[in-house]
């Protein structure tokens, strides 16, 4: 498989990364003045860690993914040998 490179100027051929890279611009670095890179990467593994877990979903009805995966842990018939 060869790697596909997005032609310039045509940024909706790669519209989910754009998508995310402007919510990560919007909601981290447009809201704090840094002074150094690692301030950036604390502050941005803090919004990753939000948008990736506690950020309600439409596809799970509303739900965060930790409150599906909670639900689904208790709801499972599945129990582990220990």
């Known amino acids: 498989m060869a790697i596909q490179c997005i032609q310039p100027g045509k940024p909706i051929?790669?519209?989910?990364?754009?998508?995310f890279n402007r919510l990560n611009q919007d909601e981290?670095?447009?809201q704090y003045l840094v002074a150094e890179l690692d301030d950036v990467r604390e502050a941005?593994?803090?919004?990753l860690n939000d948008y990736d877990l506690h950020?309600?979903?439409?596809a799970l009805d509303g739900m965060t993914?930790?409150?599906?995966?909670?639900?689904?842990?208790?709801?499972?018939?599945?129990e582990a040998s220990g």
């Open 44 to 47: 941005d593994r803090e919004f």
């Open 13 to 19: 051929q790669n519209d989910r990364i754009e998508r």
């Open 65 to 78: 993914p930790v409150e599906e995966r909670d639900r689904h842990a208790r709801s499972s018939t599945f």
């Open 28 to 30: 981290v670095l447009d």
């Open 55 to 58: 950020r309600p979903l439409q």
